[in-house]
């Protein structure tokens, strides 16, 4: 796909998805996006951090129910680190509401493990280092830090059954306010 890093394959990103341009400060995007109601490919196989250990699974066996998979660019970050916590404070609301939390993001799964224990993260953490589920969900967007461009996973979430249909999607993710964010994307779903 012409803009984005070689490793970026168009078949990952969702099928018929429409682009739009997200004029967000410092952000010069073209974001595509899985829409609800697409399938996301839960085959995908990565590095996770579940219960303290590293496993090579596909995402669909992290994905037993109604999960969010919760995206932030790297741990031991303000942003990232407050969108992580808000959602592991309420973590137990999500699961008595039959949801299942999932954080990806590029770290390694070996630093996944040691932030889910420091940061008593109770979900599992996903490794995403070439940015496969970010592509799969068409989340992988054209940031600018220091005067650099660089293409990284937007902090968003995505709220998907069990055979990956995508129920809801939320674009931009203020860290603070995840969990509400979160919250008001499946307080109306069936």
Request: some cysteine; aromatic content about 6%; proline content about 6%.
């Amino acid at each position: 796909m012409e803009g984005f890093p070689a490793y970026v394959k168009a078949s990952n990103f969702a099928e018929n998805a429409e682009p739009r341009f997200d004029p967000e400060p410092g952000l010069d995007s073209l974001v595509v996006m899985i829409q609800p109601g697409r399938k996301l490919d839960l085959n995908l196989r990565l590095d996770a951090v579940r219960e303290g250990r590293i496993e090579r699974l596909a995402v669909g066996e992290l994905v037993q129910r109604r999960a969010v998979l919760s995206v932030h660019m790297r741990n031991n970050t303000p942003g990232c680190d407050r969108q992580n916590l808000v959602l592991a404070e309420r973590a137990k609301e999500f699961a008595r509401a039959g949801y299942d939390l999932i954080g990806v993001s590029r770290d390694s799964a070996k630093a996944h493990a040691k932030y889910a224990l420091a940061k008593k993260i109770p979900f599992p953490l996903v490794s995403d280092p070439e940015d496969k589920l970010a592509g799969a969900t068409g989340s992988l967007i054209e940031k600018s830090m220091y005067g650099r461009k660089f293409f990284g996973p937007a902090r968003a979430a995505f709220v998907v059954e069990k055979d990956g249909t995508v129920l809801a999607v939320v674009e931009k993710i203020v860290p603070a306010d995840a969990a509400d964010q979160v919250w008001a994307a499946i307080a109306n779903l069936p």
